[in-house]
DNA sequence: TGGTCGGGGTTGACAGTGTCTACATTTGAG
DNA sequence: CTCAAATGTAGACACTGTCAACCCCGACCA
């Protein structure tokens, strides 16, 4: 066997972190508070991560797979759709995700607490942008924008929706845009991509 | 009078923090480091403010200032454009500034170190939105999608150049699209939203 | 002129942090 | 059984933001 990981006391630092964020979100997240929750002395986090930064990059790789997760789980549940139609579920999937998940969406892009140099950092998160260039090709087979370069549009559709959810989370949009919802604002955004595709988002909770 | 300002170690700890913030980047900022640049003691910025986020909220809302005037720089040197070629151009002032002062554009949107209560930081922040719903106002009068809401047109437009900006500044669009120029992808979102308006970039570095 | 009063600067404390080192304990292999 | 590696603990160090006490100087007023 290569490597059946570790059983139990780094995965259970990883799931101890990942509840703070969840429910204190990531302001006052920190070495000590973790272990001080797993129910460890203050030094034992770094038996198992070199550093703070390695043990937030590990909860965000996580954060990373389940991102993947829930754009692939809108993606099934308009799976008959045309690619536009697709691409729109994806974008969903991953405002959705931010909503929910404020503090690890939060934590996957701050560069000064994840060590970005973690290998599985890199790898999911590649991994994630990977699915929506797919998801990009096979709208521009389908006729959307077929002359652009994959990558390039799906850097922008990919903004598009990072922006939404940053201002959203930063509670920038709330009070500029009047009290709007935030799926409003994606099915706007499809709306200016994709001309029309109105994706209704009141299934899949 | 009713406030000419107050006339100096106010001011001059704000142009501290923002030099830290343009040389350094906002990874070591603190109270004391700006104390110890500006050449006082740790404690002297507490006599001017309560606390270090509203200092740097300050700072921040110096910074809405500045991005206001990049965008209304672009403006200037395009200004005989139409409506939508305005709109473009004030989306390369918003993604210049980003990349010019990655620092305090990292600061703006950061609620955990900036303390949003700061009455000018809200104030500025939402001048600068509103200069964006005027150029959307123009241009929806020009025939730009004209039965949409101008808000939340606005914060679409506003999200696609906050997360190209965002997402840059991570360095997560250079891996992923290859070493790709960020006027491209700034371009290209312009492309998509406006149809055509090739707004050229090479003018007014 | 003399007194006082407060804004602004300094210094020292306190609780908290991340990381390092020394030590103790457990655990598995030879 | 022995020994060594892995794992957890406890204490230290330098650092942070914030608070309280002190101090000084300039303005104001009797």
Redesign the pocket.
Known sequence: MIATA?????D?LVTTAREYLDTEGLD?????????RA?????????????????LAAVAAEGFRDLYASAAEQLDAVAATDPRGRLGAAAFGYVRFAAQSPGVFGLMFRSDLCDTDDPDYATEGGASFGQLVDLVVAAQADGFHPDENPAELAGVLWATMHGLASLHLHGALAPTTGQIDLDTLVTLANRLAFGVSPISSEDTP
């Open positions: 570790a059983p139990s006391t780094r259970l006052g997240i920190g070495l000590r508070e973790i272990a001080r129910g460890l002395s203050h030094g034992a986090p770094l038996r198992h991560f070199p550093t703070l930064g390695r043990l």
